[in-house]
């Protein structure tokens, strides 16, 4: 099996050297999401705001890969505040809906551009599907 790259202009280009997601046979794993437009600006705003954002950019990057959040299997989910939880998790199941991968979500002390929250996604996309 082979390594893929996966872009798309839905989602804001990598600020590093890094992809937006890496296919490797069946499973796509995306770098983590921080709430930046695909134009790359910042979205002001509280955790609700930022985390519908994030949401948006990973759908992006899914879509690109031919796949959508019911074929998420885990997401790391990375929170400035704790505190914060409650209304992210309102926001989150609004875009799994039934469907609830693995999930871990932590605090931590300082993310990159110092937004409030960044999730990371581990999906399975068959190549067959994918590749329609």
Known sequence: MSLSIVSTTEAPAAIGPYAQAVRFGDFLFTSGQIPLTPEGQLVPGGIEEQAHQVLRNLKAVLAAAGGD???????????????????????????????????????????PKDVLVEIELIAAIPVARASK
């Open 69 to 111: 959040f019911s074929d998420a299997v885990k997401t790391t989910c990375f929170l400035k505040d704790m505190n914060d939880f409650a209304a992210f998790n309102a926001v989150y199941s609004s875009y799994f809906g039934a469907h609830a991968p693995a999930r871990s979500a932590v605090e931590v002390a300082r993310l």
